[in-house]
């Protein structure tokens, strides 16, 4: 089971980090991702990482803002999410993929956690 927390409110410009734990799942298994779904659209891509962390992937929209880190050793992962914007109001999901390299096809993720609302006043 997955379970996202660090949501929030929080100004535009300012910072949040989300958290991704898992019970019953050895994160160091698996590449891990985190989406988010505005209301009235669709779930998309945010930033994904590999087993090792030696592989990142970002949406265009949040390059240079979000990172998305891991520390096997607490099996979590994390989105710092730095200059937010009202855009990026949404709720956030972590996922787990069980393939080979990191995607952002929402379709090759197994796993979902239940999501954290973030919200950005302009």
């Known amino acids: 089971q997955l379970q996202a927390s660090g949501g929030g409110m929080v100004q535009a410009g300012g910072s949040l980090r989300l958290s991704c734990a898992a019970s019953?799942?050895?994160?160091?298994?698996?590449?891990m991702g985190w989406f988010r779904q505005a209301p009235g659209k669709e779930r998309e891509f945010v930033a994904a990482?590999?087993?090792?962390?030696?592989?990142?992937l970002n949406a265009d929209s949040v390059k240079g803002r979000f990172t998305i880190s891991r520390d096997n050793a607490k099996n979590t992962v994390y989105l710092q999410m730095n200059s937010l914007k009202p855009e990026d109001t949404a709720v956030y999901y972590c996922?787990?993929?069980?393939?080979?390299?990191?995607?952002?096809?929402?379709?090759?993720?197994?796993?979902w956690g239940q999501g954290t609302q973030v919200t950005v006043s302009s």
């Open positions: 996922a787990v993929d069980l393939s080979i390299r990191p995607t952002r096809s929402r379709s090759e993720y197994d796993y």
């Open positions: 019953g799942l050895t994160l160091t298994n698996y590449i």
């Open positions: 990482i590999s087993r090792s962390s030696g592989t990142t």
